[in-house]
C-alpha cells in the first residue's frame, strides 16, 4: 500500500541550528508533494508544494525542500530555526495512480529552545 | 476561492451513542474529500476518501462510515462510538488533479 513516512517524531533544536526533516513515499509515478505546518493552537497550513520542474522547492518563513526522485524522498529544511518554529510538521502527498488521494505522513514535532 | 464548512467545533459524546459530522464545501465543484482524524502523538490519519457522489474508499477498519449525498457535502457517522473514536477530526478538499489541501476548522471530539 501507498505510504508516506517521516523518520523523526521528535526533534530538539536550539535557535540558529540547521533542520532537516525527513520524508519517504512508496508511490510510483508522478507525485505531488507538500509539507504543511501547524502551529501550537493552530490549524494545518501549507508551507510548500513540488507539482513539477525544479526539484528544489522554496516555501514559506524561510523553508525549503528538495525532491530527490531516485531516492522517493522530499525532505524539509531550514538553514537556520527560530523558536517561532516550534510546531508539527507534516510531509503529504499524492499520486496520480493513486487516485490522487492525498496521503499524509505521520507527523515530526519540532521544538526549538530559545 | 474553496472554503469549507464543518460543524460542530466541540462534541462530547457517551460511548455508545451515535455520530454525524457534516462538511459542505463551496467554490469547487467535483472535489477530492476526505476525513482525518488527528490523535495526540499519531499524525493525521486518514479516515476515508472520495471522489464524487457515493464513492467513498475506506481507509481503516472501524465502526466509522462516511457517506457522500451530494458533491459539495461529506458526512461522517458512527452508530455506536467508542472511547477510542475521541480526536480531532478534519474535513478537507483536494481539486482536480490532485491539488494542495484545504481544511475545514475540524471538530473535536471527546467520547466519555
Known amino acids: 500500500a501507498q505510504s508516506v513516512s517521516q523518520h523523526n517524531h521528535h526533534v530538539i533544536l536550539s535557535e540558529a541550528a540547521s533542520l532537516e526533516l525527513g520524508c519517504n513515499y512508496s508511490?510510483?509515478?508522478?507525485?505531488?508533494l507538500f509539507w504543511y505546518v501547524q502551529y501550537p493552537g493552530q490549524h494545518l497550513q501549507l508551507l510548500l508544494k513540488?507539482?513539477?520542474?525544479?526539484?528544489l522547492v522554496k516555501g514559506i518563513k524561510g523553508f525549503e525542500a528538495e525532491f530527490i526522485k531516485s531516492k522517493f524522498s522530499f525532505n524539509l529544511r531550514k538553514p537556520s530555526v527560530q523558536w517561532s518554529d516550534t510546531a508539527e510538521y507534516f510531509c503529504?502527498?499524492?499520486?496520480?495512480?493513486?487516485?490522487?488521494?492525498?496521503?499524509f505522513g505521520g507527523g515530526t514535532r519540532l521544538m526549538v529552545k530559545p | 476561492s474553496q472554503t469549507i464548512h464543518q460543524w460542530p467545533a466541540t462534541l462530547v459524546q457517551p460511548v455508545g451513542s451515535p455520530l454525524s459530522l457534516e462538511c459542505t464545501v463551496e467554490?469547487?465543484?467535483?472535489?477530492?474529500l476526505y476525513w482525518y482524524r488527528q490523535a495526540a502523538g499519531r499524525g493525521l490519519q486518514l479516515l476515508f476518501y472520495?471522489?464524487?457522489?457515493?464513492?467513498i474508499s475506506s481507509e481503516v477498519p472501524q465502526n466509522l462510515s462516511a457517506s457522500r449525498p451530494q458533491d459539495r457535502q461529506f458526512i461522517l457517522s458512527s452508530k455506536k462510538l467508542l472511547l477510542s473514536d475521541s480526536g480531532f477530526y478534519l474535513c478537507?478538499?483536494?481539486?482536480?488533479?490532485?491539488?494542495?489541501?484545504?481544511f475545514g476548522q475540524g471538530t473535536r471530539l471527546t467520547v466519555v
Open positions: 508511490y510510483g509515478g508522478t507525485v505531488n
Open positions: 467554490g469547487t465543484s467535483n472535489p477530492n
Open positions: 478537507a478538499l483536494t481539486g482536480v488533479g490532485g491539488t494542495e489541501a484545504f
Open positions: 513540488y507539482f513539477s520542474g525544479d526539484p
Open positions: 503529504a502527498v499524492n499520486a496520480n495512480n493513486a487516485g490522487n488521494m492525498l496521503t
Open positions: 472520495s471522489v464524487g457522489i457515493g464513492q
